[in-house]
Each structure stands twice: as C-alpha cells, then as structure tokens.
C-alpha cells in the first residue's frame, strides 16, 4: 500500500503564489516519476507538470514559465512552485507517483486525495 498526502492548497489572489507539497509513504522499493494534475470542473484531468527520479521535467504550455516542480528524492517528496496564478488555474491538483514496489516489478501509478486552489479576487 502506497499513500500520498497533499498539502498547499488553497485560497489565492490573482498574480499571487502557493507552493504544494506531495509526501510518498508505504510499500516503495523506489519512484520513478512524481507529477502534478489538475481537473477544473466540466473538464478532464490533465498533466500540470512531471519530474522523473534523474531530474527530467516537463510541463503543461499553459505553466511553463509561472511553474516549477522539484522533487526530494531522499523523502519521496515533490513539489510544485506557482507564481502568477491565474483564475484558470483554478482546480483541484492531484499528485501522482509511479511507484516500483520491489526490484524488478513495474511501475504503478498511485495518486493523492487531491487538494483544491482557487485563485480569486
């Protein structure tokens, strides 16, 4: 069993910034990849950003630049910096950890309860 705590969420003003933290606990040999997704209402999950266990990252257009994510391996820790929110990037943010549980098995996702921001004036 794998567990994922999310914390950070909340409410924002527009141009302000929240940083959000995703601890992994339980059954993990090691993670390959942690990442961040977001779902507003009406519309389907999507990737915000994604960083894998040798610091490679990628990210959604609509982050790039306002964006960053960083990961604390020794912790099985990832975080997700957000500068310059936006009233779009009201969602609420789930993290996501492809987990390998032995040596040689492969990797499962596994994902956060989830956690609400709102940027709002």
């Known amino acids: 069993q794998v567990q994922l705590v999310e914390s950070g969420g909340g409410l924002v003003q527009p141009g302000g910034s929240l940083r959000l933290s995703c601890a992994a606990s339980?059954?993990?040999?090691?993670?390959?990849?942690m990442g961040w997704y977001r779902q507003a209402p009406g519309k389907e999950r999507e990737l915000v950003a994604r960083?894998?266990?040798?610091?490679?990252?990628n990210y959604a257009d609509s982050v790039k630049g306002r964006f960053t994510i960083s990961r604390d391996n020794a912790k099985n820790t990832v975080y997700l910096q957000m500068n310059s929110l936006k009233p779009e990037d009201t969602a609420v943010y789930y993290c996501?950890?492809?987990?390998?549980?032995?040596?040689?098995?492969?990797?499962?996702?596994?994902w956060g309860q989830g956690t609400q921001i709102t940027v709002s004036s």
């Open positions: 996501d950890a492809v987990v390998l549980h032995t040596p040689h098995s492969d990797g499962y996702h596994h």
């Open positions: 339980g059954s993990i040999f090691s993670i390959h990849a």
């Open positions: 960083i894998t266990s040798g610091g490679s990252t």
